[in-house]
């Protein structure tokens, strides 16, 4: 019964390939974000998105793009992938906006060759 | 949203407080407190978060100066698994409810 699941949980894929990662929460949610945390450790915002509106962070490739089958899911596709694009991506919800608390997926490790 | 300033690491004695200061000096009159935390290869996790006033719950205790210049989370009782990396992040409620995740503080709690 987690709240927020992602998968994979790990991701190996060759350059120029294009992947999927899939995020569900069960938790009822209104908003999903999508999140890169680099080699250095630092965590961006990649995308925010509820049923009303993408937020997308102005420095994401247009190669990445959220995609919403319904409220409980927010899948991240990445075309045609590059090196700089190994990362762990973290999935996240939360309720509808102003809500103080955001809930974190296990995060999936992206590994780019 | 406000920039926020961290020391980059600190160690506590298990058992002890364990006292993790932030630096926000141009934090906005309507901007909060947050504060994260990253156990090793897990999601962030939401520790507590405060506007004005001091915070507790059953996780931490959140110290905001009378000028919101800074403020300080305070784990009670450190153990091991306390071990993480600690972000304090500033932001106003209405800023499409992105967190902005700075470099934070790894805090290692000592057996």
């Known amino acids: 019964d987690t709240a927020v699941s992602q998968t994979p949980k790990y991701l190996v894929t060759q350059m120029g390939n294009d992947k999927s990662i899939k995020c569900e929460q069960n938790?009822?949610?209104?908003?999903m974000y999508w999140y890169k945390q680099d080699s250095k450790k630092f965590l961006k915002i990649m995308f925010s998105?509820?049923?009303?509106?993408?937020?997308i962070n102005e420095t994401v490739p247009n190669r990445f793009s959220p995609k919403s089958p319904d409220k409980a899911h927010l899948n991240l596709h990445i075309n045609s992938l590059e090196l700089g694009d190994s990362a762990v991506y973290f999935c996240?919800?939360?309720?509808?906006?102003?809500?103080?608390?955001?809930?974190f997926g296990p995060g999936t490790r992206l590994t780019v060759l | 949203d406000a920039k926020t300033t961290q020391p980059p690491s600190m160690d506590c004695a298990e058992g002890r407080a364990a006292n993790l200061p932030c630096n926000h000096s141009?934090?906005?009159?309507?901007?909060?407190v947050y504060w994260y935390r990253q156990i090793h290869s897990q999601g962030p996790q939401y520790i507590i978060h405060?506007?004005?006033n001091n915070e507790t719950n059953e996780m931490a205790s959140l110290i905001i100066t009378e000028d919101r210049k800074s403020s300080t989370l305070i784990l009670p009782h450190a153990t091991l698994r306390d071990t993480a990396v600690y972000y304090c992040?500033?932001?106003?409620?209405?800023?499409?409810?992105?967190?902005?995740f700075g470099t934070g503080t790894s805090l290692t709690v000592i057996p």
């Open positions: 938790l009822g949610h209104d908003t």
């Open positions: 141009t934090i906005s009159g309507n901007e909060y």
């Open positions: 996240a919800s939360s309720p509808p906006a102003g809500y103080n608390e955001q809930f």
């Open positions: 992040i500033v932001r106003a409620s209405n800023t499409g409810n992105q967190f902005y």
């Open positions: 405060g506007l004005k």
């Open positions: 998105y509820n049923n009303k509106e993408l937020i």
